[in-house]
């Protein structure tokens, strides 16, 4: 009888992790986005942190200052937008999803910068 050899390979292979892509940022600016991403990912649904609706999209403008309620403002240091156009925005990366993705919410998020730092 001879040996066979194992079907499994007796050292464990290294893995190659698949690149993350960092759209030219830092990875701890890229860590931060992706934590304020989560947070509001979850408000509301404690356990979802991976999909992010539209409703706590424009929160989030909201929260940051980008977004006016009534009538453009005035001597503002940037440009805010409406929610009308945060929602635009929200659906022009959500596609037929609904939510927004980690990767999809960058890119949501450059949108949303070279919209408001045009003046």
């Known amino acids: 009888m001879t040996a066979s050899a194992p079907l ?6 290294a ?6 892509i960092t759209y030219g940022l830092e990875l701890e600016q890229l860590h931060l986005l992706e934590r304020l991403f989560e947070h509001y990912c979850r408000f509301g649904d404690a356990m979802n942190h991976t999909s992010l609706k539209s409703s706590m999209f424009v929160k989030m403008m909201k929260e940051a200052g980008l ?8 001597n503002v240091k940037i440009m805010q937008i409406s929610i009308t156009e945060v929602d635009i925005m929200f659906k022009q990366f959500a596609c037929k999803t609904q939510v927004l993705k980690f990767d999809n919410y960058l890119r949501a998020l450059a949108n949303v910068a070279h919209t408001c730092l045009q003046f």
């Open 67 to 74: 977004v006016w309620n009534t009538s453009p403002p005035v």
């Open 15 to 20: 893995t190659i992790a698949p690149k993350k």
């Open 8 to 13: 499994l390979p007796t050292k464990p292979q």
